[in-house]
């Protein structure tokens, strides 16, 4: 059977699925109903081959067990993975849900926006109509006020004139249509800041909500509810694991153990999303106190700079107002997160079983005489680490000699995989202060050292064991974050009604070769040249050049402009030393002529003096 006739085959089923249980009173969504028919593929015991074509008897046999399983409403794992559908399916993560918020904020504009732009207005009854559709726009944009409420559009129009007047419609209509959405942006962004100023003046702002107020008080109550509630499911949880431990010790079974192992699941699986929505609302207190801290501030600068000031520069306003408009938009993005965040905490209440199972009475009746652990008794109750044994085939992380520790990803949701298999599926949380062993680039916590020692010596046994366990428990698939376990199991967010369901689970596996870039001798091509310059250089050796002369003259132009240099060696000094100091001394010849003077014999005289005098 082609892909494209099993994806047929698997709508057909989930069609028909639906169906009957609407026929019976219940309306369900594709998406459960395509993982419940994963989930009853999956599970070995109703024998399906997921390697073969599914037969009509396979078929009919598959849509029976999977209305059977969802008609069932007294089933805790029912209620569970309707939870995790629901959870998927409603919740999104903070940075998401802001940028779908902003996308869902522009749809609503185009085609005002496309009005505006594309506008050919002459008439003054045409202009005057465009100017209206342009404040509509503003205050659909800034979202401060209706657009049909007369003292929104009064204020709106006057705080739109004062930075964008009537009579500049004709330069606006001259620009691209780039260039005038653009500029319908700023003016959105201007207005909105001089509203919200106008309104901390006192001086208008019709319309506008008081969001930091109303984010100061519905914060801390919705973080308190979140609080509380999260404290009754941890209790539960506490007790439900307290209860299983007693059976599996003592072999006392008041009620099903199954159905406590399903309330448990249910109620965990209830803790971990209420934990995730607190984060983020705590998250989201933080980000409005910054932004109400920088409102203020900006707030504070622009009555600063308009103060006693009858005209102001454009450059140094327009900024403060535009920044007012984008810290006002940040609030009313986290109250919006906050609506989403506490409307799928109370729709999380629809799909708890766990509290309708047993009533707190027999809860109480069935724990007397055991004390009852928490989380966090449990993580405190050992004191020293493991000792290191076998450490060349386990590699165990420690929190003295591991860096970030608190940030390395545990599997199973950080509970113990040891107890999950020997007590039949039984939750405890693992203490990772004991060590974290290290398994194939995975990471396992471990509720004592006994549970540590025997599942790093056969991991391997022990994490297969886990995946049959979560094929017969479907809920643990998303409880524990085994999807990478089960190629074939997608999460609810990424599924799709049409998609393969029945998928034979994808090993995968790291594969390399080399080959030898020329592997006959022979084939390699010693002239081959890559090179463009290289060849480049043969051909200009190949031209013929002996018939070409290469010619040259000197101008009054060109004449001495060459640069020349010279170069030479200054003379060395040179010295020489004796042992002795010698030195000579010689009279000086005096020679006396007499007679000089009118006569005529002339007698010289020596009188130099002699050496040896």
């Excluded at 109703?46 to 059977?68: P, S, Y």
């Excluded at 999104?92 to 749809?107: D, I, Y």
């Excluded at 319309?207 to 107020?213: D, E, R, S, T, Y």
């Excluded at 001394?585 to 014999?601: D, I």
Aim: hydrophobic content about 40%; charged content about 25%.
């Amino acid at each position: 059977m082609s892909s494209s006739q099993a994806e047929g085959v698997i709508r057909t089923i989930i069609r028909e699925i639906a169906q009957t249980c609407l026929s019976r009173g219940q309306s369900l969504s594709e998406t459960l109903i395509a993982f419940m028919v994963k989930a009853v593929v999956l599970d070995p015991r109703n024998q399906f081959n997921v390697d073969r074509t599914l037969t009509k008897q396979d078929v009919q046999k598959l849509i029976e067990l999977c209305v059977d399983r969802l008609m069932d409403q007294t089933s805790p794992t029912l209620n569970t993975i309707k939870m995790q559908v629901y959870f998927d399916m409603n919740y999104t993560s903070r940075r998401e849900f802001l940028e779908v918020q902003q996308k869902v904020l522009q749809s609503r504009l185009p085609s005002l926006s496309r009005e505006i732009t594309d506008s050919r207005a002459k008439t003054r009854e045409d202009l005057k109509s465009l100017y209206g559709k342009i404040v509509s726009y503003v205050i659909q944009r800034s979202n401060l006020g209706s657009a049909t409420d007369i003292s929104t559009v009064r204020e709106t129009t006057a705080a739109l004139q004062s930075v964008f007047p009537q009579a500049q419609l004709a330069t606006f209509m001259s620009l691209l249509k780039q260039d005038k959405e653009q500029q319908l942006s700023e003016l959105a962004l201007i207005v909105s800041g001089i509203r919200l100023f106008n309104k901390d003046s006192r001086k208008g702002g019709e319309g506008i909500q008081n969001l930091p107020a109303a984010l100061n008080e519905t914060l801390p109550a919705a973080a308190a509810d979140i609080e509380s509630e999260l404290a009754g499911c941890e209790r539960l949880a506490w007790q439900y694991t307290a209860l299983l431990e007693k059976i599996c010790e003592r072999n006392e079974c008041p009620v099903h153990p199954d159905l406590l192992k399903q309330a448990l699941y249910n109620t965990r699986q209830h803790e971990a999303f209420l934990r995730l929505i607190l984060a983020d609302i705590i998250q989201s207190a933080k980000e409005v106190t910054r932004l109400q801290s920088d409102l203020k501030t900006r707030m504070t600068l622009l009555k600063d700079t308009v103060h006693t000031k009858t005209t102001v520069p454009t450059s140094q306003v327009f900024p403060h107002f535009t920044a007012l408009a984008s810290l006002w938009t940040g609030l009313e993005g986290q109250m919006l997160l906050l609506s989403m965040l506490t409307n799928v905490a109370s729709g999380l209440r629809a799909f708890l079983s766990a509290q309708s199972l047993l009533s707190p009475d027999q809860v109480e009746l069935l724990l007397h005489g055991l004390q009852v652990q928490t989380d966090a008794d449990r993580y405190h109750l050992l004191k020293f680490p493991l000792t290191l044994v076998s450490a060349d085939s386990c590699e165990w992380c420690f929190p003295e000699s591991t860096a970030h520790f608190e940030d390395v990803p545990l599997q199973y949701k950080g509970f113990c995989g040891f107890t999950l298999v020997k007590n039949n599926g039984l939750l405890l949380p693992g203490n990772p202060k004991i060590g974290v062993l290290k398994h194939k680039e995975k990471y396992y916590a471990f509720s004592s050292r006994s549970a540590a020692y025997e599942f790093a010596s056969k991991a391997d046994e022990f994490i297969a064991a886990a995946v049959e366990m979560a094929k017969r428990q479907p809920e643990l698939i998303q409880l524990l974050q085994l999807h990478q376990e089960f190629a074939s199991v997608t999460p609810y967010s990424e599924m799709q009604s049409g998609e393969k369901l029945l998928v034979k689970t994808i090993s995968k596996s790291d594969a390399s070769m080399q080959t030898e870039t020329h592997p006959l001798e022979t084939n390699i091509v010693k002239s081959y040249e890559w090179n463009e310059w290289e060849l480049r250089r043969r051909a200009i050796k190949l031209a013929n050049l002996r018939n070409k002369v290469t010619r040259s003259m000197q101008t009054h132009a060109s004449h001495m402009r060459r640069h020349n240099s010279t170069q030479t060696f200054l003379p060395k000094d040179a010295v020489s030393q004796t042992k002795r100091d010698g030195e000579s001394n010689v009279p000086k010849a005096q020679v006396y002529l007499s007679g000089l003077r009118g006569g005529t014999n002339m007698m010289k005289l020596d009188l130099t003096r002699a050496v040896d005098e």
